[in-house]
């Protein structure tokens, strides 16, 4: 009994022996390793992990396509207006310019955020700029430079990359695919890379925003710094200048810009200038006075303007208003050059200027028939003249609103009676538009004016008078222009006035009353430019204490 005991003690002892040695049967087993991906989890992660990187590059090709229309707009717009800019307010061509090229700038970065192949192109270009520089590299090396470098999987690349793929024949991509599917290790481990890669371009894309962003987000900060600098500047300039009185940027003749043959002038109620020209493409501009008395223009007005008068008058000649703000215009009424007749070259309009558009815009053409069949403007001239007046070969170049009478006047440059200049009172204007009366002429003056046709005619609310402009002959033979001054009244005549003797304006059209912030001064207008020269017409500022009777 006592052996049977000790042989069973050692034989456990035996056995715990074998299993420490790791000899003998185990009650425990260790577990067997399986595959990876093995699990359908691991399926599950990497279409997660596909989807998400998937939406990330979407989500930065939104914002690259965002970044690059804004800009878009915002630059063709700047491109568009630089000109019209430049002709108004030539100042805020500054901040306009910061603008345009941080527009630029912007679309630049987002277009190469939206474009995987050349999203390091960036970080290649300074690469390649620092080689050079160190003499590592030449410029044939650029382009090797500027290629997007990685790193792929046992080195070799990745046909489940775009990029990569589309490098192989048919015949090498169907050979590798094949081998790839024959290795379960090596589908997934193609499956990881191509996952770094996809968080790679995201990476690289969301960078190249970003710097997209803060480009533009400093450029617009720094662009409304700019532009309040420069109105703040304007405003402390103008302020500076004096609150009545208007610095003038010299005492002598000054240039338009793109003005060639004016021929009346209106200011309008908000300070700024009605011009009119002679040819229809050009009829009506619009500009301002700028702090030294120039005229500034605005092409995009004027462009807008002319689209209200369908068809354009044509040989533009009269301009005046009214006391509630209508303007009237007059054309020349006189033959073209083959001696016919024209309906763009007689019309007598009125409309309204509010802000930048035509209102209540009307045209009346039968002015040369009134004129021709009225008794009373026949029987005026027998009084002068025994031959009867052809008003079929009139020219009419002055327009003027007498705001004591309502009454518009109507100065004819021919023809000439017996010497004398002819100056038609139209009674009912507001009649003639508003209730489609006959026009009606009260009076006829015919005014001494030395021999010459009247070339403009304005009343003159300073002086309480009306200003006449004409041409005369003067010792030598040459023509000049000569200013006259007339009350308006029937049996009064006009006296001359003295010009200073700095004014060398030729061809005076247009002379009107201005106001420059609460100084009123004379305009002067000459038509001696030429398109075809690309020569400007010219005009002048006077002060009233200027003028001298002869």
Same mark, same amino acid.
């Given at each position: 009994?006592?052996?049977?005991?000790?042989?069973?003690?050692?034989? /456990? $002892? #035996?056995? =715990?022996?074998?299993?420490?040695? *790791?000899?003998?049967?185990?009650?425990? @087993? +260790?577990?067997?390793? %399986?595959?990876?991906?093995?699990?359908?989890?691991?399926?599950?992660?990497?279409?997660?992990?596909?989807?998400?990187?998937?939406?990330?590059?979407?989500?930065?090709?939104?914002?690259?396509?965002?970044?690059?229309?804004?800009?878009?707009?915002?630059?063709?717009?700047?491109?568009?207006?630089?000109?019209?800019?430049?002709?108004?307010?030539?100042?805020?061509?500054?901040?306009?310019?910061?603008?345009?090229?941080?527009?630029?700038?912007?679309?630049?970065?987002?277009?190469? /955020? $939206? #474009?995987? =192949?050349?999203?390091?192109?960036? *970080?290649?270009?300074?690469?390649?700029? @620092? +080689?050079?520089?160190? %003499?590592?590299?030449?410029?044939?090396?650029?382009?090797?430079?500027?290629?997007?470098?990685?790193?792929?999987?046992?080195?070799?690349?990745?046909?489940?990359?775009?990029?990569?793929?589309?490098?192989?024949?048919?015949?090498?991509?169907?050979?590798?695919?094949?081998?790839?599917?024959?290795?379960?290790?090596?589908?997934?481990?193609?499956?990881?890379?191509?996952?770094?890669?996809?968080?790679?371009?995201?990476?690289?894309?969301?960078?190249?925003?970003?710097?997209?962003?803060?480009?533009?987000?400093?450029?617009?900060?720094?662009?409304?710094?700019?532009?309040?600098?420069?109105?703040?500047?304007?405003?402390?300039?103008?302020?500076?200048?004096?609150?009545?009185?208007?610095?003038?940027?010299?005492?002598?003749?000054?240039?338009?810009?793109?003005?060639?043959?004016?021929?009346?002038?209106?200011?309008?109620?908000?300070?700024?200038?009605?011009?009119?020209?002679?040819?229809?493409?050009?009829?009506?501009?619009?500009?301002?006075?700028?702090?030294?008395?120039?005229?500034?223009?605005?092409?995009?007005?004027?462009?807008?303007?002319?689209?209200?008068?369908?068809?354009?008058?044509?040989?533009?000649?009269?301009?005046?208003?009214?006391?509630?703000?209508?303007?009237?215009?007059?054309?020349?009424?006189?033959?073209?050059?083959?001696?016919?007749?024209?309906?763009?070259?007689?019309?007598?309009?009125?409309?309204?200027?509010?802000?930048?558009?035509?209102?209540?815009?009307?045209?009346?053409?039968?002015?040369?028939?009134?004129?021709?069949?009225?008794?009373?403007?026949?029987?005026?001239?027998?009084?002068?003249?025994?031959?009867?007046?052809?008003?079929?070969?009139?020219?009419?170049?002055?327009?003027?609103?007498?705001?004591?009478?309502?009454?518009?006047?109507?100065?004819?440059?021919?023809?000439?009676?017996?010497?004398?200049?002819?100056?038609?009172?139209?009674?009912?204007?507001?009649?003639?538009?508003?209730?489609?009366?006959?026009?009606?002429?009260?009076?006829?003056?015919?005014?001494?004016?030395?021999?010459?046709?009247?070339?403009?005619?304005?009343?003159?609310?300073?002086?309480?008078?009306?200003?006449?402009?004409?041409?005369?002959?003067?010792?030598?033979?040459?023509?000049?222009?000569?200013?006259?001054?007339?009350?308006?009244?029937?049996?009064?005549?006009?006296?001359?006035?003295?010009?200073?003797?700095?004014?060398?304006?030729?061809?005076?059209?247009?002379?009107?009353?201005?106001?420059?912030?609460?100084?009123?001064?004379?305009?002067?207008?000459?038509?001696?430019?030429?398109?075809?020269?690309?020569?400007?017409?010219?005009?002048?500022?006077?002060?009233?204490?200027?003028?001298?009777?002869?």
């Amino acid at each position: 009994m006592t052996d049977s005991k000790t042989l069973s003690d050692a034989g /456990a $002892a #035996s056995a =715990d022996s074998k299993r420490e040695n *790791g000899e003998g049967p185990s009650k425990t @087993k +260790a577990p067997k390793q %399986r595959l990876v991906g093995s699990k359908k989890g691991v399926e599950t992660m990497f279409r997660n992990a596909y989807r998400a990187e998937l939406e990330i590059i979407n989500l930065a090709a939104t914002k690259a396509n965002i970044m690059i229309s804004l800009n878009g707009f915002i630059a063709s717009a700047l491109m568009i207006s630089g000109a019209f800019i430049y002709t108004s307010s030539p100042e805020f061509l500054v901040p306009a310019t910061i603008f345009l090229f941080t527009s630029a700038a912007s679309i630049y970065f987002a277009l190469l /955020a $939206a #474009s995987p =192949d050349m999203a390091s192109m960036p *970080g290649g270009m300074v690469a390649w700029l @620092k +080689a050079v520089i160190k %003499r590592d590299a030449s410029p044939r090396d650029f382009k090797t430079c500027v290629r997007p470098r990685r790193e792929f999987v046992d080195g070799e690349s990745n046909i489940l990359i775009y990029e990569e793929r589309v490098k192989l024949s048919k015949a090498d991509y169907w050979e590798r695919m094949r081998a790839l599917l024959d290795d379960q290790e090596d589908v997934y481990a193609k499956m990881s890379d191509q996952l770094y890669w996809l968080g790679q371009m995201a990476n690289r894309k969301f960078k190249l925003l970003k710097v997209s962003y803060s480009v533009f987000r400093w450029g617009l900060i720094l662009s409304v710094l700019t532009f309040i600098g420069v109105e703040s500047f304007h405003t402390i300039r103008l302020a500076l200048d004096g609150d009545a009185v208007v610095r003038l940027r010299n005492l002598g003749i000054s240039q338009f810009e793109d003005i060639y043959e004016p021929s009346a002038f209106q200011q309008l109620p908000d300070g700024r200038v009605l011009v009119v020209e002679d040819e229809p493409g050009r009829a009506f501009s619009i500009m301002r006075f700028l702090a030294d008395g120039s005229l500034a223009g605005d092409p995009a007005l004027d462009v807008r303007l002319m689209r209200a008068f369908r068809p354009p008058p044509n040989d533009l000649e009269g301009l005046s208003m009214d006391t509630d703000g209508h303007i009237y215009a007059i054309t020349s009424h006189s033959r073209d050059r083959e001696g016919r007749r024209q309906a763009s070259r007689e019309q007598l309009l009125r409309f309204r200027i509010l802000g930048d558009d035509i209102l209540d815009l009307q045209v009346y053409t039968g002015l040369i028939e009134q004129l021709q069949r009225s008794p009373f403007v026949q029987q005026a001239l027998g009084r002068y003249s025994e031959q009867p007046v052809n008003f079929s070969d009139i020219n009419s170049e002055g327009l003027g609103f007498d705001p004591r009478t309502q009454d518009l006047l109507i100065g004819l440059r021919e023809p000439v009676v017996d010497g004398k200049s002819m100056i038609l009172k139209l009674d009912n204007p507001l009649g003639l538009f508003e209730r489609g009366e006959t026009p009606i002429f009260s009076e006829v003056f015919l005014l001494d004016l030395q021999g010459g046709g009247i070339r403009s005619l304005a009343y003159d609310p300073i002086l309480g008078s009306f200003l006449i402009v004409n041409e005369i002959s003067g010792h030598e033979g040459n023509l000049y222009s000569q200013l006259w001054s007339w009350s308006g009244e029937g049996d009064a005549q006009p006296q001359p006035v003295a010009l200073p003797e700095i004014i060398n304006l030729n061809n005076v059209e247009a002379i009107d009353s201005v106001t420059l912030n609460g100084e009123a001064r004379l305009l002067m207008m000459s038509d001696e430019g030429s398109v075809k020269k690309e020569q400007p017409a010219k005009y002048m500022l006077l002060e009233y204490g200027q003028l001298s009777a002869q």
